[in-house]
């Protein structure tokens, strides 16, 4: 995994752990090779933020940047998805430079939406001060580009983990802190507050109790994610470092008193802090985290995961275990309309950047190279397949395959150079045997060095 900004020659020398995973998925039983999680595969991210609007789920995360043996976290990301399981890269809208004023420390943040507008929560190292501030990004999309909203911090303590709730009755709340926990009211403009901010009292009651640490005597540690159903306050949030855990707390209003309730998510997953965020999606809840799953992974270089779940009876939580599975897709993906390139459910070898059609685009493919797109739904068959590509080598080759990377070839598009990485053509090609819904691979063939880049695809109907 590498920075967009990286030349290609050295990025793909940090790529290395690429072609370990392929190998991985190679040597994995058929149902492991399935795995969906985590559901990124091109960078390593943390700290995920999902938000539900417009039949999307948008997921906001953190990048850690390769081989990281610190929080070393230069800028935000962005996917979104509408089946929780082929996820579309949108890229970075927002990063430390967006705040002028900050230094370091693109750390866990929040995105909410209100009155047309998405507002960014996040930490950063105020320059001035030398300490951890909250800033906001705000945009009119929700994937940006973000612009900062104040020109400094909305509220500054040192401390970090911003997430905002806006309650039924339209009053908006930010939480943040570690050590401590902390809250302010938002005003309506979502860029300010009334008051004071005003410390949540960290009791055993309503935390609960840490066993052999008496300056912290509870297990709150971080990133409290706060959200109310069924008339009940809920304050997930990272447990008693290190390794962490995910516990939490319920209330009858958005302050508290809490009472702690247990944990969902026990230690797990090769990364000694996890963070969760939780949503409702078209008639099903999923819990969001982040582990060290990938080749490379670990404490500083974590990549975000999905489950589903469904609540107890009662209102609490199951306990939530970490798998390679992930979610259940929610609906098909339809191959009869333009697909991003960068729209992908696991990719083997390939990265992704900003391309200049717009969006993004997939690139630094390889020979052997493969993206997977599950649960496509081809109907009665497909006819042919189109591509958006572009070389400035000699080109390659885009296999269109089923079932796996080396399933069954049912159509082949020859790609020539086309005189630059991002001067685009479009290339045709039949296919046969397509139809049903089907687990769809475009596997990467040709010489040594980059083949191609990869704009978009799409089939057309019989």
């Known amino acids: 995994m590498r920075s967009a900004m990286f030349d290609r020659a050295a990025a793909r020398r940090g790529l290395a752990w690429m072609s370990a995973l392929l190998c ?47 929080f070393t976290m230069r800028e935000w990301r962005v996917w979104s998805s509408a089946d929780m399981v082929n996820w579309t890269d949108h890229g970075s809208p927002m990063s430390l430079a967006t705040f002028s004023w900050a ?37 009119e999309s929700p994937t940006g580009p973000f612009r900062d909203a104040l020109g400094r911090p ?24 570690n050590p401590n926990l902390w809250y302010v009211r938002l005003n309506a403009d979502m860029i300010s507050f009334s008051g004071g ?26 990133g409290p994610w706060v959200f109310k159903r069924n008339g009940v306050y809920y304050n997930v949030f990272a447990a008693e470092c290190c390794s962490e855990f995910i516990g939490y707390s319920t209330a009858s209003g958005p302050t508290g008193p809490w009472t702690y309730r247990g944990t969902i998510m026990p230690r797990q997953g090769g990364s000694f802090t996890n963070h969760a965020g939780i949503v409702d999606f078209n008639g099903g809840s999923y819990f969001f985290y982040h582990n060290g799953a990938l080749p490379g992974g670990g404490g500083f270089t974590r990549s975000v995961a999905v489950e589903k ?44 950047e900003p391309s200049s059609a717009g969006g993004m685009n997939v690139g630094w493919i390889e020979n052997g190279d493969s993206i997977k797109v599950k649960g496509v739904a081809f109907g009665a068959g497909a006819a042919s397949f189109s591509a958006r590509v572009a070389s400035a080598t000699s080109g390659g080759r885009v296999e269109v395959r089923l079932g796996s990377a080396t399933g069954t070839l049912v159509g082949t598009c020859t790609v020539s150079g086309t005189g630059g990485w991002q001067t685009w053509a479009t290339v045709t090609c039949p296919v046969n045997g ?26 057309t109907a019989r």
Request: proline letters at 6%.
């Open 103 to 139: 230094s370091a420390d693109a750390w866990a943040g929040h995105t909410i939406y209100r009155n047309g507008r998405f507002y960014w929560y996040v930490p950063v190292k105020n320059r001035a001060t030398g300490r951890m501030a909250i800033g906001v990004g705000v945009s």
């Open 309 to 352: 779940f469904s609540y107890n009876a009662d209102g609490s939580f199951p306990t939530i275990n970490m798998t390679s599975a992930g979610a259940p897709q929610v609906g098909t993906l339809n191959p009869y309309v333009r697909q991003e390139g960068e729209t992908i459910a696991w990719g083997s070898g390939v990265e992704t």
């Open 154 to 177: 909305l509220v500054e303590n040192g401390e970090i983990d911003p997430a905002a709730f806006i309650d039924d009755n339209g009053q908006a709340y930010l939480y943040w802190g």
């Open 24 to 70: 991985l998925v190679v040597l994995m039983p058929a149902g492991a090779a399935r795995a969906d999680n985590p559901i990124v595969q091109t960078i390593y991210t943390a700290d995920p933020a999902p938000l539900v609007h417009n039949g999307r789920v948008y997921l906001y995360t953190g990048h850690d940047e390769d081989g990281s043996t610190y």
């Open 197 to 222: 901010p005003t410390q949540i009292p960290l009791t055993t009651a309503g935390f609960g109790a840490r066993s052999g640490n008496t300056s912290r005597p509870t297990l709150y540690e971080e």
């Open 434 to 459: 397509v139809s049903g819904t089907q687990d769809l691979y475009l596997r990467f063939g040709g010489g040594s060095g980059y083949l191609l880049n990869l704009d978009w695809w799409q089939f």
